[in-house]
């Protein structure tokens, strides 16, 4: 079962979107994600796949994350658009619930309350960790993120040693046999997951950051983030 979600991904390598190569696409995102971590801000652009580009900086996309915990990323996308760096940062709890609650978020209150708390968290002691399981400790601090929250902001923040592990990757692994179905994504089978995406990544020599990328387009047929 491990050769046949190899052989299914690699498939991928050939793969266009609207006349893009999947594999372009996705190295172009890999490379926004470390521009962000290198230099604090980035510019994503989801074309094709999405009519959205925004700029942002390294707490703006840890309230993308934030955001994402039982939600879409094309909503979380669309919100971190709309509010920007400095609404993140600025703007008050009941005015970021108002926007979360227009734009269609299945819980603007809470949301709204994690973030405005996440701004007394101290990013700098994340970004000096260069091992990023060690970082993901670090980041489930964060009120409102998990491990896959915590390693979805790493990845995209540049960190290529964590594997995200959402309910698109996790049907795929099981899928294939390679992991046990569960109902909840346990912290064991998350690891576990991890340790079978890591494998394949050496399998296909695609990095993890990119890997979950591939996996997500195939169960989705997008490449986000």
């Known amino acids: 079962m491990f050769n046949s979600a ?31 971590g290198l ?7 989801f074309r094709p796949f999405l009519d959205v580009d925004l700029e942002t900086g390294i707490f703006g996309e840890l309230c993308f994350c934030i955001l994402t915990a039982n939600s879409s990323a094309e909503l979380g996308i669309r919100i971190q658009r709309e509010i920007g760096d400095d609404g993140f940062a600025n703007l008050p709890e009941n005015r970021i619930a108002e926007i979360l609650s227009k734009m269609g978020h299945r819980y603007p209150a809470v949301r709204a309350k994690y973030i405005v708390l996440a701004r007394s968290f101290d990013l700098d002691k994340v970004l000096k960790q260069k091992n990023g399981k060690i970082a993901r400790q670090i980041v489930s601090q964060v009120k409102g993120l998990g491990m896959k929250e915590s ?8 960190y290529d040693d964590v594997a995200i592990v959402d309910r698109h990757i996790y049907r795929f692994l099981v899928r294939h046999k390679l992991v046990p179905y569960k109902d909840t994504i346990t912290p064991s089978i ?36």
């Open 151 to 158: 390693s979805h902001f790493l990845r995209n923040i540049g």
């Open 190 to 225: 998350y690891m576990e997951s991890e340790r079978v995406l890591e494998d394949i990544s050496e399998k296909t020599q695609i990095p993890l950051p990119a890997l979950d990328l591939y996996i997500f387009f195939k169960q989705a047929g997008k490449v986000l983030k």
């Open 39 to 45: 230099f604090g801000r980035t510019k994503f652009d």
């Open 6 to 36: 190899v052989d299914e991904i690699n498939s991928l390598k050939y793969k266009t979107y609207n006349g893009s190569k999947i594999p372009e696409i996705i190295n172009k995102r890999v490379e926004e994600f470390k521009t962000l």
